[in-house]
């Protein structure tokens, strides 16, 4: 079964630094898909950056980057000069060639002015 | 419409209750999720449609749950007879394409609470 562990259930980051958040995941497929999601207070998921595990290059979306280890099943999200907005609840999401997209617990992400 | 919409955002049922929980997708997206996130973990997969053909249902806790998709576009989930391990958030998602590992956008989601 395909499982997702993120590790850090809450982190602290100043304003304009930058903060790494981990994730891995358990699977024995070789194609698949990786998503970082956003849920601030309001609830409503938003897709933050997406890895497909065929490409090598690691995605990257503004402040926002990933450091995909496909070896280590490792797919850490990277937010470069934070922003107040930024603080949120993050979940790693996995989804093979199946309707069941798997979530991590989340980490909640603080930052402070 | 703009996003995925669901209706009501928050719902108080007395333990027995039935509710109905509706979806909106975004307008001419096929595929169509339900997950229940518990309070403080990450949404789990409850069922799936493609168009008003439910493909998958195997994430439904009991037969006091079900959904249905019968135009293809509105979906709703139904949960009869409420307990109160039923009480959480549920959030509903489409994406456009067949292919299922694409993008899905979320809805605010509704927060049921049974007392």
């Known amino acids: 079964a395909q499982t997702v562990t993120q590790s850090q259930p809450e982190m602290s980051v100043q304003e304009a630094e930058t903060v790494t958040l981990s994730c891995t995941y358990d699977?024995?497929?070789?194609?698949?898909?990786l998503f970082w999601y956003k849920q601030p207070p309001s609830r409503q998921m938003i897709l933050v950056i997406r890895q497909e595990a065929y490409k090598q290059q690691n995605a990257t979306e503004n402040r926002f980057s990933v450091n995909f280890q496909k070896a280590a099943k490792s797919f850490s999200l990277k937010i470069s000069d934070s922003q107040l907005g930024d603080a949120a609840m993050y979940f790693c999401?996995?989804?093979?060639?199946?309707?069941?997209?798997?979530f991590g617990a989340g980490t909640r992400l603080t930052v402070k002015p | 419409g703009a996003g995925v919409s669901q209706s009501p955002r928050y719902k108080v049922a007395k333990r027995g209750q039935d509710v109905a929980l509706r979806c909106d997708p975004i307008?001419?997206?096929?595929?169509l999720f339900w997950y229940q996130q518990a309070l403080g973990q990450g949404p789990e997969f409850l069922t799936y449609?493609?168009?008003?053909?439910?493909?998958?249902k195997s994430g439904l806790p009991s037969d006091r749950f079900f959904a249905e998709r019968p135009e293809g576009s509105v979906s709703t989930l139904k949960i009869q007879r409420t307990q109160q391990e039923d009480s959480a958030v549920y959030l509903c998602?489409?994406?456009?394409?067949?292919?299922?590992?694409?993008?899905?956008?979320f809805g605010p989601g509704t927060r049921l609470t049974v007392l």
């Open positions: 998602a489409s994406s456009l394409p067949l292919v299922l590992t694409d993008t899905q956008y």
């Open positions: 999401a996995y989804i093979y060639n199946n309707n069941d997209m798997r």
């Open positions: 699977t024995s497929e070789s194609d698949y898909y």
């Open positions: 307008s001419g997206h096929v595929s």
């Open positions: 449609f493609q168009n008003e053909a439910q493909l998958d």
